[in-house]
């Protein structure tokens, strides 16, 4: 029996991307992406659309989310901006638009109560080591289980744009997370190893959804003078580049031509944290591209996932 993952990266308001391009998914389907796939796996912007698809929420909602809300999202007050020396020494954003629209989505919802199995990465920042969010193990475990709002929370808590989250288990336990991006931003090959838990690789089939490639080089003679301060962001888009792409090859050599990645070049530069009404435009336009480029691919994903009758 085929075993089929669905894995989507980090990158923030760049999570339209994937969003739509699974909206299309659903869409040749005729299905929810909850039954074309046994495992989802999902980091930060990638964990929030694998945590609704893993609740049966369609993507067509997510991309709603995103349009709607995302300005909502990436929104500071002057005060804020004051308060925390536009960004110098505070995150830039508050965690209250992000937890309304959050709330709003998933509402009451369990990691206990997925219909698919899930997989979410985040980082625990007080006992310094990685965690993931696993459904099986909030099924068996009170204290592994969490609402899917708070999840959500955790894994997309990208340091020095949000502030770190703080969640509580459905046991009482309480531990606080930043972005699952520092070590998965690409979370395939974390997929990968779980299936490989499970058995061969053999039956396996892998479905890949980035947010997009930004192209733009750093040049060195830019780069030699940056310090601390002008290193952080490129820092975090180097390392969560490099991240993904590394993953992305070591799954390709593991499943070749049963795994499929689907990253889309960025023109320009494409900020995570831009939700103005024309960067929204363009993300949308960019993956409407990549579907009509890709429309035979897009067919194939279809015929991979899709349930085989008996």
């Known amino acids: ?27 040749r389907a005729g299905r929810p992406a909850a039954e074309l796939f046994d495992l989802v796996a999902g980091t930060s912007t990638g964990g929030i659309i694998a945590c609704a698809v893993a609740a049966g929420i369609p993507a067509r909602d997510v991309v709603a989310l995103y349009r709607e809300r995302g300005s909502e999202i990436f929104s500071r007050s002057l005060g804020h901006r004051l308060a925390t020396g536009f960004g110098l020494w505070g995150p830039q954003y508050g965690a209250g638009g992000v937890e309304a629209a959050l709330a709003a989505v998933f509402g009451d919802r369990r990691l206990s109560g997925c219909g698919v199995g899930l997989l979410i990465p985040a980082y625990d920042i007080e006992a310094r080591t990685p965690h993931l969010f696993k459904s099986h193990k909030a099924q068996d475990y009170a204290w592994r289980d969490y609402y899917l709002r708070d999840v959500c929370r955790a894994t997309s808590a990208a340091p020095t744009y949000f502030p770190p989250a703080r969640i509580t288990s459905l046991a009482g336990d309480t531990a606080t997370f930043v972005d699952g991006g520092l070590y998965a931003n690409n979370p395939a090959a974390c997929a990968l190893a779980r299936a490989a838990k499970a058995g061969s690789l053999e039956d396996v089939i892998l479905v890949s959804l980035g947010t997009g490639q930004i192209e733009r080089p750093y040049l060195y003679d830019v780069a030699r003078r940056w310090g601390l301060a002008a290193w952080v962001r490129p820092l975090l888009d180097c390392m969560f580049d490099g991240q993904a792409d590394t993953a992305a090859h070591q799954c390709k050599a593991l499943l070749g031509d049963r795994m499929v990645r689907i990253q889309p070049a960025l023109p320009g530069e494409r900020a995570m944290d831009d939700a103005s009404p024309k960067a929204l435009q363009t993300l949308s336009a960019i993956a409407r591209g990549v579907i009509a480029d890709q429309d035979a691919l897009f067919d194939k994903i279809c015929e991979m996932t899709l349930p085989k009758a008996a």
């Open 1 to 27: 029996m085929t075993r089929r993952i669905l894995s989507i990266d980090g990158g923030g308001i760049l999570g339209l991307i994937p969003a739509v391009i699974l909206a299309d998914i659903e869409a």
